[in-house]
């Protein structure tokens, strides 16, 4: 049986051992093995939930970050532009956070990179449509 499905189970029914837990999940195992609407998610829910970490938000936030000379007391000739790119993510289904420090030149990068992902996706939405296959898009 899919590990997703036993994970239903274990869900309904608080991992307890039930005389009908078996019958009622080889029978939901039986629905979401059909090609069916409901089915088809399923299977593309537990295809998304084998993923180590699922992306779900960012944030950048940039600072001035002054450079003190020798004697503090000095005005502030010298300062650097800091950013901070935070990433939220869930890994095994828990809420997780990293933070990097880019620099201009790699966000520059990171764009491209975002770019690039964004016109593979309309070429392979488009042959996709073509060919009349149905495409799960995780943004709906």
Do not use: W
Request: glycine share 4%; hydrophobic share 40%; net charge negative.
């Amino acid at each position: 049986m899919p590990s997703f499905i036993d994970e239903i189970g274990n869900e309904l029914f608080d991992g307890e051992s039930d005389p009908k837990k078996e019958t009622d999940l080889a029978f939901l195992c039986t629905i979401l093995s059909t090609d069916t609407a409901i089915a088809t998610i399923a299977k593309t829910i537990g295809m998304i939930s084998e993923n180590d970490n699922l992306f779900l938000e960012t944030r950048i936030v940039t600072d001035i970050r002054p450079i003190l000379a020798s004697e503090i007391d000095s005005a502030i000739s010298n300062a650097m532009i800091l950013h901070k790119l935070r990433i939220g993510y869930h890994h095994n289904a828990e809420y997780n956070e990293i933070y990097f420090t880019p620099t201009d030149k790699t966000l520059e990068l990171l764009e491209v990179a975002i770019q690039r992902a964004q016109q593979k996706s309309e070429a392979l939405e488009n042959q996709l449509g073509e060919a009349n296959i149905s495409i799960f898009n995780l943004n709906q």
